[in-house]
Structures are given as C-alpha cells and as structure tokens.
C-alpha cells in the first residue's frame, strides 16, 4: 500500500527536527579551529567510509565523470532534496576526492546522538541572523578558494520520496553567481523494481553550468537557477514510480 502524505503548500515542512526553530548562537563561529578541525577529520573519515558502503549498495550513480570538468577549481553542487537521511552521505559518494560542505538549518543540531555531529561531518550552518551572515559569506568564499565543494539543496526541505521537483529562489544561486564557480546538479530517480516495493534509487550527475557574465548580478541568479531547475526537472521524469503519494490539502479558510 502506497503511504500517502497531505500537504498545503509546496514549501511546508513534512520532516521536521524536535527543535524546528532553533538558531545559532550569537557568537557561533565557521572558520574552524585547530581543534576543531582534528575532530571533523576524524567524524568526516568516518561519515565518507560509511558513505561509500551506503551508497554502493542502495544507489546508482550516473555520469559523475563530468566532475572532472572541475578539476582544480571549487565548485557548487545543488540536488533535490528527497532523502532524510541519505542526502546527508549522497555529497560524500559523488564527490569521492573532494571535501564537501553541505548547508544544513540550524535545526539539524537538535536531532538525537548524531545532531552534535553535523558541524564536524562536513555541515555548514546556515545562519537566520544578518550580523551572522558576513562570516557565514567568509567561510564559502575560503571552502571554494580551498578548492573543496559546497552542497546545496535549494528546495530546503526534505520531501521523501518526491518524484518532481518543488521551487526554489533565484537567491540560492547567490555564491556561485558571486565567485563565478562552476555549478553540477544531481538529481535522485525513483524506478520501479519488478521484485521489491521500495523503488530503486538512481542518481544523475549533470553540468559543469556556468553563471552568464554578460548578464547583470539579479539577472545571472535568476539564469543559473533556471537552467539548474530545467535540468532537474528533466530528469524527474525518469521517476517513474511513486513510494510516498503526496496529496494537496486546501488550507482552511480563516
């Protein structure tokens, strides 16, 4: 029996975390320590081995080989964002001999045993307070710079399962228009298999894009994130099979 989610809007929240609307501290600092970063070698070790295993055995991975158009340079990664717990290890398994940085809310740390974690295993905070944001903006420059990658999942919030693609904002494409990095999008599938219930998960790799520089800076945002929406969507279609059905529910009229 297929289970069947209710929704309002495309933006709601259908995984939530047990403190939905925490924020950082204050003082809560990206650039890392020496400390610091003796721990997060140790927990990101950990989290890409388990990564490896983890995805060999439950996804396929196409057309990665175009990362290597990147070679030498930082870059920007955006996918769908379909999978709680997995997309946490999918930057790991496609981006093998890099570093990746993965923006994650602040709500993330409040999940049981594993949420103290996140910083350490490659999570990058995103920041909810303005004074936050000019260290926040520092750190992606210095991780591209570093020559090391940066997920993004543009929709913000994980729909299991969801075979389309739900919008996003021009402004998420912000970093890479800035810095002109090149952009890949991965896109999760969803197909059937003759003998399981659970859909088989197949996950595209697709670019480099590029953000067009003759445009003006709104202009490129607005492009780049177009062209990555266009691409998505056109392998959502290879989905052809629907674990989780998702039904619309009309908001109640005030």
């Known amino acids: 029996m297929v289970k069947v989610v209710t929704y309002q809007r495309l933006t709601d929240d259908i995984v939530t975390a047990p403190n939905q609307k925490d924020r950082l501290p204050a003082n809560y600092c990206w650039k890392p320590t020496l400390g610091f970063r003796f ?32 070679a030498g340079r930082g870059y920007f990664v955006y996918g769908n964002h379909t999978q709680p717990f997995g997309d946490v290890f999918t930057p790991m398994r496609v981006n093998q001999a890099r570093r990746v940085a993965t923006l994650a809310a ?3 740390l409040s999940v049981p045993i594993l949420g103290r974690l996140v910083p350490y295993g490659g999570g ?16 992606i420059k210095r ?38 990095a090149p952009v890949f999008v991965t896109t999760m599938t969803y197909q059937r298999r003759h003998w399981w219930p659970r859909p088989k998960r197949v996950l595209y790799v697709d670019g480099p894009y590029w953000p067009d520089q003759q445009l003006p800076l709104k202009m490129r945002q607005k492009q780049l994130a177009t062209t990555v929406r266009t691409v998505m969507m056109k392998r959502a279609k290879l989905s052809n099979v629907a674990y989780i059905h998702y039904q619309q529910q009309k908001e109640a009229q005030p």
């Open 106 to 108: 602040p709500a993330n």
């Open 124 to 139: 990058l905070l995103v920041p909810k307070q303005l004074h936050q944001l000019r260290a926040f903006h520092a750190e």
């Open 143 to 180: 991780l591209i710079a570093a020559k090391e990658v940066v997920m993004i999942y543009p929709e913000a919030h994980v729909w299991p399962y969801y075979t389309g693609i739900r919008p996003f904002e021009s402004g998420a494409f912000h970093y890479p228009v800035e810095l002109n």
């Open 39 to 70: 721990k997060a070698d140790l927990v990101y070790a950990g989290a890409w081995l388990f990564a490896q295993g983890y995805w060999r055995i439950g996804v396929r991975v196409r057309h990665r080989s175009v990362l290597r158009q990147a």
